[in-house]
């Protein structure tokens, strides 16, 4: 059961970084900002996205990213309980301070329990996908065309997806998530005997 997990918005709270560079840090706190139509930052910021990314191109930004909590005790639950193949698969920003600020990141808070070829950048997630592997994201386009390639995804609940009234209950959902697809996936091999 290969798991991929997504870094920004999942691992790493890039969302708040970057509104903090924008100064706009209460954005996803007014409830009516809420689900897939705020998925759109530089929209809602009102400026272009070359603008977005403007203060964002520098590899301090995407290394020092404040790491998320629940996603990261969602790593550390699939870790200990379903280690074999854990990859992070992450869509860089196409510029050299992202690349080496998401390995520098990378190598501050995930090389204690993976090597640096489970890092992989790539924005064609679903490239990546097979009939038993899980991805964890918190974009459903990425979860959907992971789905259509054949694989299980995990919707991470966020402020700016269709599962953000979850979003205080990520663990649980997803342990329950990971226990249910254990279970078909025996069947299936069972089946296949
Ligand atoms: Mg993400």
Redesign the pocket.
């Known amino acids: 059961m290969p798991l991929a997990f ?5 691992l790493a709270n890039f969302n708040r970084a970057a509104l903090v560079a924008h100064g706009a840090e209460d954005l996803w706190e007014k409830d009516e900002r809420r689900g897939p139509e705020c998925w759109d930052t530089p929209k809602l910021l009102g400026i272009t996205p070359s603008e977005f990314w403007e203060p964002l191109k520098d590899a301090n930004f995407w290394s020092s990213l404040d790491r998320y909590k629940d996603g990261m005790s969602m790593f550390m639950y699939a870790y200990m309980n379903y280690d074999e193949y854990i990859y992070i698969l992450t869509a860089p920003y196409p510029c050299a301070g992202c690349y080496a600020g998401k390995f520098m990141w990378f190598d501050k808070w995930l090389r204690g329990s993976l090597k640096y070829g489970q890092l992989v950048m790539t924005s064609d997630k679903y490239m990546f996908a097979t009939d038993d592997s899980i991805l964890v ?3 459903s386009t990425n979860c959907r065309l992971w789905k259509e390639a054949g694989g299980h995804a995990f919707l991470v609940g966020r402020p700016w997806n269709e599962r953000h009234f979850a979003e205080d209950i990520n663990l649980p959902l997803f342990r329950d998530f990971m226990e249910e697809k254990q279970r078909e996936f025996e069947t299936k091999r069972s089946r296949q005997g």
């Open positions: 997504d870094m920004d918005g999942v994201d918190d974009n």
